[in-house]
């Protein structure tokens, strides 16, 4: 049985994380042919407070590109 967890930040849309579920287990059952009913998949998200690229929290990097 494969697992598969996504790590986020969090503001993606339940449309764009429905497309990317559905797409990660389409192409987990065509590359190592597994039943699709054997397949879990799933997200997990976190806020960009506590998230850190380079020294800069996530958070900063995204007010400093929208100015």
């Known amino acids: ?17 429905k497309l990317l579920l559905e797409s990660v287990t389409t192409a987990v059952q065509q590359s190592i042919n ?4 054997s397949i879990r998949v799933w ?3 976190f ?4 998230f ?7 958070s900063v990097k995204k007010q400093t590109n929208k100015a």
Not at 47 to 50: Q, T
Not at 52 to 58: D, K, N
């Open 34 to 37: 597994v039943p699709i009913d």
């Open 1 to 17: 049985m494969p697992l598969i967890e996504i790590h986020l930040l969090e503001g993606r849309s339940k449309e764009q994380k």
């Open 43 to 45: 997200i997990q998200e």
């Open 52 to 58: 850190m690229s380079g020294g800069v929290l996530a």
């Open 47 to 50: 806020p960009p407070d506590e």
